[in-house]
């Protein structure tokens, strides 16, 4: 008798390939310079996408992408990035900005404002076009979630790859998360005004009343919790945060980084909080890259959204470098200094994914604008390392040159010098 296959037993194969393809070309490949693996499993969900696999194989991504299995994928993803997004939101340190607010909300201003102008300035050359802004979506909020999306800067992403060049801990990495931390906030706030809807105020109004009331009651129970129970109350934190902004019409990403960015990343070990956002990433984060993937479209002609993306992503580097640049003639930085933490800000990858999934939800934009921003998304994080690692090298080299000192141990408070072998391919 022949055997039917299940809907799990296809549930199986589709998380066989989720984690087999991305690996073994990261591995094999040896992409780890410029495109480490978290951006090797986007590329490969769109690969596995209905744009590519789907065109190609129409039988095989039927068989494998059941409605069903979609349904249970989509709803892995979806808890993974609510869990990824907490974590952001725990790792802000607001605190530290404030101490050096006044050049951190200058080069957060500038390195944010100037790239979501030319970002926005893009969005109504794409309005001319049909194809572009979703069914839902008024003009100005697709010009300023798009505008938004070219200025987002990665959190999660930008740590990972200070970690690799050896400067998250030094003092010039801590100045470039204190500037990355106040723009997470900032787009988040922007992303909730773009998300209002005037039909649901009132239940948008009660759930931040609710909220905040609730978050008094929150904290006040975290302090006098172990630490290990503040793990478990920390799920459910999420989940109920998640369900009220959802509910509210806000999204549930929204939040879930309300839900972390309210909690202080010192009721946590540091240690296991960096494990647990390297698990999320490692277990849980490729189902959603794939479910990204399998939401692009080229409706509107392959070639047309490469050159959309194109145009985005001029934008957004073009934007993000020249106001990083300008903040850097103010506060009268070093030479050398502005390009390399412009560079290194332009990282996107999940936060402007997670950020274009949220305006696809809300049909603010169609698939087609989503590609487009994934493409860009994409390309501005692989440009990152090549690009960043021989500037970090010269900027040392003109430190010591200054001091007449050798590289490693130049007086510079923030540019000693990282592990050579974490900057090479």
Request: with cysteine; proline share 5%.
């Amino acid at each position: 008798m022949p055997h039917t296959i299940s809907t799990m037993e296809v549930f199986l194969i589709a998380m066989a390939i989720i984690f087999s393809v991305p690996y073994l070309i990261w591995r094999l490949g040896r992409t780890d310079y410029f495109a480490p693996l978290v951006v090797v499993q986007i590329i490969t969900g769109i690969l596995l996408g209905p744009g590519v696999l789907g065109a190609m194989a129409p039988g095989y991504y039927q068989f494998v992408f059941t409605p069903d299995v979609i349904k249970i994928l989509n709803g892995l993803g979806a808890w993974a990035v609510m869990l990824f997004v907490l974590i952001a939101g725990i790792e802000l340190d607001v605190r530290q900005a404030w101490k050096h607010r006044i050049e951190s909300g200058i080069t957060a201003g500038f390195a944010l404002g100037v790239p979501l102008l030319t970002g926005c300035v893009a969005a109504i050359g794409m309005l001319m076009f049909p194809g572009w802004i979703g069914e839902k979506g008024q003009s100005w909020q697709f010009v300023v979630g798009v505008g938004m999306a070219c200025a987002v800067t990665a959190l999660p992403i930008l740590i990972l790859l200070m970690e690799k060049l050896d400067v998250l801990r030094q003092p010039i990495g801590q100045r470039i998360l204190r500037y990355a931390s106040l723009d997470d906030v900032a787009i988040w706030g922007v992303l909730a005004c773009v998300l209002l809807d005037w039909e649901r105020m009132g239940r948008q109004v009660g759930f931040l009343v609710a909220f905040v009331v609730a978050c008094v009651l929150f904290r006040k129970l975290m302090v006098r919790l172990p630490e290990r129970d503040r793990w478990y109350v920390m799920l459910i934190w999420l989940a109920v945060c998640a369900f009220g902004a959802d509910w509210a019409g806000l999204h549930f990403m929204v939040g879930a980084f309300l839900a972390g960015v309210v909690m202080d990343a010192d009721w946590f070990d540091q240690a296991q909080m960096d494990w647990l956002r390297h698990h999320v990433l490692l277990v849980m984060m490729p189902v959603f890259f794939l479910s990204t993937g399998l939401r692009t479209a080229w409706s509107v002609g392959g070639e047309v959204v490469f050159i959309a993306a194109a145009v985005l992503l001029l934008a957004s580097v073009t934007g993000k470098l020249a106001g990083v640049h300008l903040a850097g003639r103010i506060l009268k930085w070093k030479p050398g200094e502005a390009s390399f933490i412009g560079w290194l800000l332009q990282t996107k990858a999940l936060i402007m994914i997670i950020f274009a999934n949220i305006l696809l939800d809300k049909q603010i934009i169609t698939n087609a604008t989503f590609t487009a921003l994934l493409l860009m998304a994409i390309a501005s994080t692989m440009m990152t390392i090549p690009v960043v690692a021989p500037k970090l090298r010269r900027l040392l080299a003109g430190q010591a040159n200054r001091s007449g000192l050798p590289a490693a141990s130049s007086e510079h408070p923030g540019l000693e010098a990282p592990a050579p072998g974490n900057i090479r391919p």
